[in-house]
């Protein structure tokens, strides 16, 4: 069986047309291509100046201060040995004297200052010492003098006035009572009464500080009450 062919199938008749397409193709891609522009770009250098600037460490410039030298020791002054011969007088004279005489000297001067200052204090009185005042018998022989010689006075037993009343006083080097005042008053009758017993008491045992008699503060409370009470 022959194959028939179709005109509108062959394409011999067309290789001409496709030539002058594929040509016209060609060349418009050559046009374009010599057509095509570049955009040149430019580097500003102020720009690249300025942040290299910011980026550069910048070292300091160091100056390593000079160490000077000690000062030289000062120059040492050694004693001047003068020779003398036998036969020259020295005009310098040696004074010797007595270091046991000023000991001694020194001793009497502190001997006579530690008793200066004993006599000083013998005015002054104490509140706490080594020994303290002692009454003949004790606290307990001192309150009964004071219960037995007390005279309750008789203003007071009237008015029913009662009281305790403290005493203070001085028990002197030699043991005697002095300077006698009221600390704590009750009632003028009552605090004569007080004063007066206290002032006939007879002498202490004296206080002792540093085993010497001294003036002593003593303190002793009288109490006046009624019986009917």
Known sequence: MEIKKSSKADLENKKTVFMQIGVVIVLSIALIAFEWS???YSL????????YDGEEEIIPITKQEEVKPPPPPPPQVTDILNIV????ELDDVLDIFDTEMDDVREFDMTISMEME????DDT??????????????GEAALLRYLAQNTKYPPIAQENN??????????VEPTGDVSNVKVMRPVDPSLDREAIRVVQSLPR????KQRNRPVRVYYTVPINFTLQNQ
Do not use: C, H, N, Y
Request: net charge negative; no cysteine; proline share 9%.
């Open 161 to 170: 006035i009662t009281g305790r009343v403290m005493v203070q006083f001085v």
């Open 44 to 51: 500003d250098p102020s720009l690249v100046t300025a942040q």
């Open 204 to 207: 202490f045992k004296p206080g």
């Open 117 to 120: 200052e004993e006599e000083r």
């Open 124 to 137: 002054e009185i104490f509140t706490i010492v080594e020994e303290s005042p002692e009454f003949p018998g």
């Open 38 to 40: 570049t955009t040149d």
């Open 85 to 88: 011969e036998d036969d020259v």
